[in-house]
Nanobody
C-alpha cells in the first residue's frame, strides 16, 4: 500500500483546510485509515481514524472541529479541519491499518503503512 497526502498549507487561525490521502490497492474499502500529526520537538500523535465499517474516533483536542471521511470509489480518505488553531500546526500523516477492527486504532505502531506527510501551519 502506498499513501500520498496532500492539501496542507498556511492558514490563519479560525480558518479551514481539507487534507486528502490517496491510497493504492484494490481493497481500499477494507483498510482502516488514520490521520496523525507531529509538531517540532513532539511525538507523533493521533488525530482521527475511520475503520473499514466507518467507525470513527477523534482525539479530544480536535473533536467538533475536524471531520474524517472516506470515499472508497476514489481510494481516498479526507480530513476536514475547521476552526484551526496555532496549536494544530504540524506535519500531518495518513496511515493505513490492515487489521480488521470494529473501531480504528489510536496507536501508531498498529498502522502498517504511512504517507510522507503534509505541512499544516496555522498563524495567529
Amino acid at each position: 500500500v502506498q499513501l500520498q497526502a496532500s492539501g496542507g498549507g498556511l492558514v490563519q487561525a479560525g480558518g479551514s483546510l481539507r487534507l486528502s490521502c490517496a491510497a493504492t490497492g484494490r481493497t481500499f474499502s477494507t483498510y482502516n485509515m488514520g490521520w496523525f500529526r507531529q509538531a517540532p520537538g513532539k511525538e507523533r500523535e493521533f488525530v482521527a481514524a475511520i475503520s473499514r465499517n466507518s467507525g470513527i474516533r477523534y482525539a479530544e483536542s480536535v473533536k467538533g472541529r475536524f471531520a474524517i471521511s472516506r470515499d472508497n470509489a476514489k481510494n481516498t480518505v479526507y480530513l476536514q479541519m475547521n476552526s484551526l488553531k496555532p496549536e494544530d500546526t504540524a506535519v500531518y500523516y495518513c496511515a493505513t491499518d490492515l487489521t480488521p477492527r470494529r473501531l480504528p486504532s489510536l496507536y501508531p505502531p498498529e498502522y502498517d503503512a504511512w504517507g510522507l506527510g503534509t505541512q499544516v501551519t496555522v498563524s495567529s
